[in-house]
């Protein structure tokens, strides 16, 4: 007999990364389904603004996923106002753009410290509270790219290949307590954060709406299931490729444009995204965030 979705009716689910894009739209269907959302954002009052905006009683807290301390407090804050909490969306991410070997360390601390750092901190603060409960669902936002690397982003692919091989690991380390682990791979999503990409020639590896892959979290969390593709048809196409010997996989991604999504970028429509990813850690030193900018020898000078 099939299970039944679970109604996700009452649950208290909470969102990194919560102002904008994929973190949003995620607050905004989960409120749909009758959930007590909270968000947790480093410009906070972007997150306060976006709570006010999406009204039903969303609780905007301010998070530096960065750090530890900060993720314990976002979580205890959270099971003062709404209660334990029963879902995690490790959302919070940011993507710098450029050549490998032009890419500053401070750029690439950044993206690993905020990206999989960020993924270790809540999956650490949150899997205790929820194995003392015997009840609980982590959901990790990765990305196609770190299913294939992609030239023009390594690090970028290098993190998420990190949350997709951490939620595989840490899903069987828990499954035991009745914990659900969920990674989520969208293509390029059409948020900040992929202004000015290349497009490729096929139609399932083209950019999707941030709504599309809030979607794809509320089915996961009805249905749960570990590898969640969006577009589902990417699926096919993964393990088709997987089959292939790497020169094939190669020409494949060049007649596809697939390796020109984050190479061949028009940088200027960029420049906003880059200088604000450059400064979206409170914890690099002053003088790194200085570093850090359009001007200087990082992933968004041009």
């Known amino acids: 007999m099939a299970k039944q979705p679970r109604n996700l009716a009452g649950k208290v689910i909470a969102i990194t990364g919560g102002a904008r894009g994929i973190g949003r739209e995620t607050a905004a269907a989960a409120l749909r389904a009758g959930m007590k959302v909270a968000i947790g954002d480093v410009d906070h009052q972007a997150a306060l603004e976006t709570a006010s905006q999406l009204g039903g009683g969303v609780v905007a807290l301010p998070l530096d996923v960065t750090q530890r301390s900060s993720f314990r407090e976002f979580l205890d804050q959270i099971d003062e106002r709404l209660g334990p909490v029963d879902v995690l969306v490790n959302n919070a991410?940011?993507?710098?753009?450029?050549?490998?070997?032009?890419?500053?360390?401070?750029?690439?601390?950044?993206?690993?410290?905020?990206?999989?750092?960020?993924?270790?901190?809540g999956m650490k603060e949150a899997l205790p509270r929820m194995i003392a409960r015997r009840s609980g669902h982590i959901v990790n936002i990765a990305s196609q790219a770190g299913k294939y690397?992609?030239?023009?982003?390594?690090?970028?692919?290098?993190?998420?290949?990190?949350?997709?091989?951490?939620?595989?690991?840490?899903?069987?380390?828990?499954?035991w307590a009745g914990i659900e682990i969920s990674v989520v791979s969208p293509v390029a999503v059409n948020t900040e954060l992929a202004l000015g990409l290349a497009e490729p020639r096929q139609r399932q590896f083209r950019k999707v709406e941030p709504y599309q892959v809030a979607e794809a979290v509320i089915e996961t969390l009805r249905e749960p299931t570990f590898d969640v593709h969006v577009p589902k048809a990417?699926?096919?196409?993964?393990?088709?490729?997987?089959?292939?010997?790497?020169?094939?996989?190669?020409?494949?991604?060049?007649?596809?444009?697939?390796?020109?999504?984050?190479?061949?970028?028009?940088?200027?429509?960029?420049?906003?995204?880059?200088?604000?990813?450059?400064?979206?850690?409170?914890?690099?030193?002053?003088?790194?965030?200085?570093?850090?900018?359009?001007?200087?020898?990082?992933?968004?000078?041009?």
């Not at 690397?149 to 499954?175: H, Q």
């Not at 007649?255 to 990813?277: G, H």
């Open 149 to 175: 690397g992609l030239p023009g982003g390594a690090t970028y692919c290098a993190s998420k290949a990190a949350v997709i091989n951490l939620s595989r690991a840490v899903r069987k380390e828990v499954k």
């Open 234 to 302: 990417l699926k096919i196409t993964e393990r088709m490729n997987a089959l292939l010997p790497i020169s094939w996989q190669d020409a494949f991604a060049k007649f596809s444009r697939a390796d020109a999504v984050l190479s061949q970028i028009d940088r200027k429509a960029r420049e906003n995204y880059e200088l604000r990813a450059a400064r979206s850690e409170p914890a690099l030193s002053a003088g790194a965030a200085d570093r850090a900018t359009l001007g200087e020898k990082t992933s968004a000078s041009s």
């Open 93 to 121: 991410g940011i993507m710098p753009l450029g050549p490998f070997i032009e890419e500053d360390d401070a750029t690439a601390r950044r993206i690993i410290d905020i990206n999989v750092h960020g993924v270790i901190h």
